[in-house]
């Protein structure tokens, strides 16, 4: 006998009902970095637009600092963490393998909801966002809680001159839920495991443990930059022509924060409009991979520069190399 | 097919997009580090410009020969 099989529907539309951040207390500026490398403020300024970066301080994890995103997030977005159908992490600096920090962080938001960590390295917020939404959509979940989430300060070497500047933690948070209108454009996005290597884990954990080394994230600059600037520029304005959005209707843009001079070329490339707020968090808060995009748009929400309802596309790529991006309208 | 001249004009005006020097100074003879002040990160900037631009493929291998604006309107010439 052949019995027929119910198929889920939910919402028509899905948008961004909270974003929140937290940012970790201990601040690391230019001067504090060069006494580990060999380096300058002003060349650091200068070629990443960075000038100090935040680390966890005492007590501080990549749980906490979820957490506290998280339970901001569930508060703009008045709901609570039982209400919510799914948790997705995206960290590469959970250094527990298993179980996940999803799973970890719905118990303590007394969620029993599905929960899951994906790896996607900096593009990871809008991967999960990317989920989220089809989640919605499909009526496979109601409210998705997506984090991103990096405590990358215990994964960079800190005396390697061509990544120690660079890397940072923190978190961002964002609430996705039904809407009536439309929040969350197509998502573009893809993978280029051709250049597995240009931006991985220096040792497998199995071979550092029997090294009795530690591994780090190794980054081949040049490759990344050359990409970023290519490709995923290329990549950003097929996001927009997705989401049937013109330059000119846009208001924000939030691509990752790797490198103000990768923004700027794209924003050469893009040709956007003078009155796009662009993001650009990378100066205060480094770069945080998973945790750069929300942290960027809270904080600009927060300082006034970006406002609700606004059009913003997000843009965010890394290790994989991955990418993916969306149109979205802000919380 | 482009000539020189056509090539190192609009090479000019990419390295003036990408790293602010006047056009008049993008000029054959110059270094891009040393006399035009083009920085390792502008550097790869122009070159992927010059493969938009030109329709060429520039492996890193050669990238990193590519010394002075003649160098670069050469590799544009024998490979476009």
Known sequence: ????????????????????????SRVVDNAEMCTYIDSSDEWIQQRTGIAERRWVGEGETVETLALDAARSALQRAGITGSQLSALIVSTVTYFHQTPSLAAKLAFALDSTAAAFDISAACAGFCYGLAQAESLVRSGAAE??????????????????RGTAFLFSDGAGAAVVGPSDVNGIGPVV????????????????????????????VHMDGRAVFKWATGFISEAARKV????????????????????????????????????VVVARTIKQFGNNSAASVPMAMDSLLASGEAQSGQTALLIGFGAGLVYAGQVVTLP | ????????????????????????????????????????????????????????????????NLKTVGDAVAYVEAHS
């Open chain 1, 1 to 24: 006998m052949t019995g027929t099989i119910a198929a889920s529907s939910g919402a028509t539309f899905a948008a961004m009902l909270s974003i929140a951040s937290a940012v970790p």
């Open chain 1, 143 to 160: 409210y998705v809680l997506v984090i991103g989430v990096e405590e990358l300060s215990r994964f960079t070497n800190r005396h390697d």
């Open chain 1, 189 to 216: 996005w893809g993978s280029d495991g051709s250049q597995a290597d240009a931006i991985n884990q220096t040792l497998e954990w199995s071979d550092a443990l029997d090294a009795g080394e530690r591994p780090y």
């Open chain 1, 240 to 275: 927009l022509d997705a989401a049937g959005v013109q330059p000119e209707e846009l208001d924000v843009f939030i691509p990752h924060q790797a490198n103000n001079r990768i923004t700027d070329a794209m924003l050469r490339s893009l040709k956007l409009p003078e009155h």
């Open chain 2, 1 to 64: 097919m482009a000539t020189t001249e056509e090539i190192r004009a609009q090479l000019a005006e990419l390295v003036n997009d990408v790293a602010g020097v006047p056009v008049e100074d993008v000029q054959l003879d110059k270094s891009f580090v040393d006399d035009l002040d083009v920085d390792s990160l502008a550097m790869v900037e122009i070159i992927v410009g010059c493969e938009e631009k030109f329709g060429v493929t520039i492996p890193d291998e050669d990238s990193k």
